[in-house]
């Protein structure tokens, strides 16, 4: 992208915080309803019956925001699964796969673990990489669903790794995800950060999920906490090691001074969160879905940091002398969520929902 597109858009970006309009928010609001027009009517392609709907094998849960930039999807997505394996279900994962390359990008692909992240994505591997669920990405979401429950008969239930603005496959359920940026200044895009426009009220097949402390918006909706658990070498996580329990590993980088790179759509919190740890850090921000080839920091970088969803981008054997260490992050939804959720799938369940157990 060029300086001046660059510049244009951190302007635009910078319009959509706070809880009320800018005057520059107002002066692109005619944009935004142009935009709110053609989704309605894409929409209601699909309300009237113009274009077909296509139902997914078992029940599918669309994990979405309706934001645009990262609202923490991809971690929640990864603790859904667990928290639903805790419930008796055999739970996969179907995703469009951003940030794919080459000329069979929008094909339909299963996930392994020797998968790249520009065959499938580098959000799609990161989820099989650290939850072993089976995993299809394509930019055909229902074609997605029908090979993953063939290849995978066991599973009874889908998740959906963004999806909330696509309509050919019909959702069964849905976990809204919200960050500390609520829904801003509460435009549609390009005045605002929404894709499309609050619901008054959360309809009863969702729920509404915030990762931050306290709610963001005015929607009844539980919360959860996510964080960094820990930190080890890119080898070490690569043959799927953790941090330790005690201490993370964060001693270790403590006396460092390291570059944090990130490839996020906003990667300032986590730089925020690597302080918090008490690292020194220089920060070097990159684009969401950055490909890291050629690798972004200057030959001979002593020690960098990056996120899990980089992390797969690297092979160990692809960064030189530089010591890369992989900064893992949780997401823990608070105790309630666990029965909010029982609760929401139950009616879609074709056994006995069991008592809910503890996690290890």
Known sequence: MSRLGTGIGAWVTAQWAGPHPSAGARLLQPLSWLYALLAGAHQALYRLGWRAVQHAP????????????????????????????????????????HGRRGADRNAVRAVQRHSSAAEVGDEPLLIHLRTGAPVVVGADRAAAARRLCATNPGVDILLADDGLQHHRLRRDLAVLVFDERGAGNGLRLPAGPLRQALPLQVP?????????????????????????????????????????????????????????VAGLARPEPFFSMLEAQGLQIDRLPLTDHHGFDPLPWPAGTPDVIVTEKDAVKLPPD???????????????????????????????????????????
């Open 318 to 360: 692809a960064v030189g002398a530089t010591r890369v260490w992989v900064a893992t992050l949780d997401f823990q939804p608070e105790p309630g969520f666990a029965e909010a959720l029982r609760t929401l799938c139950a009616p879609f369940k074709p056994h006995p929902v069991p008592a809910l157990q503890t996690p290890p």
């Open 58 to 97: 078992v029940p599918l849960l669309v994990v979405g925001n309706l934001v645009a930039g990262g609202a923490g999807k991809t971690p929640t997505v990864m603790a859904l699964v667990g928290l639903l394996r805790l419930q008796g279900w055999t739970p996969g994962v179907i995703s469009r796969g």
């Open 204 to 260: 009863a097949h969702m729920l509404v999920l915030y990762n931050t402390a306290r709610p963001s918006t005015a929607l009844p909706g539980l919360t959860g906490q996510r964080r960094l658990s820990g930190a080890l070498p890119l080898a070490a996580w690569w043959q799927g090691q953790t941090a330790d329990a005690v201490d993370g590993g964060w001693p270790a980088l403590r006396d460092r001074r390291l570059l944090a």
